[in-house]
């Protein structure tokens, strides 16, 4: 086949044009209705978040409720705090493919480590509780893009020709794989 009959065709297509994740440790301050003695437990729950497109990246945007089991008056009562936090996570794109079609993008956010307390500890004035949260988040952003196939012409002398593609998937070859360490480095 003669490098004449080959022609490059441009298609559009929705594809992921940007990639981003972020970590980050924050400190909360929570106020307990009394003045706690010792911390005997803290957690976040019911966390919720939505993906929201930025000038700098991708904005996780959400709340969580932070519980505090601490002891007062002497260690002899015990109580629960609760608090509501909202937050704005910005992560930037590390991959960002320039030639999107801004008018098309569509963003979404996954918690790869969802907001965990890491230490709580009672704050220097003694009236309050210093909550370290861990949170990961990693953003895609899907927008349509355009790509370059190649096309032949004149194909008809390839359909009478029977192909073969050897995928590995008869042999094996593919099992012991980790698709997480492929994932990992296309990050």
Known sequence: MADRDLQCREIITKAVCGKGRKFSQVSH?????????????AWVINHQYEAVKSADGIEVVGTYDINIWYSYNKNTQTDVA????????TVG???LDSKHRPATVEVAAEATQEPN???ASISRSGGGVVIRVEREFS????????VCVVVCQNCDDLADKEFE??????TGEFEDLDP???DDELN
Request: proline content about 7%; overall charge negative; charged content about 25%.
């Open 93 to 95: 794109l590390s991959y």
């Open 29 to 41: 301050m929570v106020s307990p209705p009394h003045a706690p003695t010792s911390i005997l437990g």
């Open 139 to 146: 953003v895609e952003m899907v927008a349509e893009t355009k």
């Open 165 to 170: 593609f050897d995928g590995g998937e008869e």
């Open 117 to 119: 307390c890491v230490e």
């Open 82 to 89: 609760k608090e509501t936090v909202s937050y704005v996570e």
């Open 180 to 182: 997480d360490l492929l």
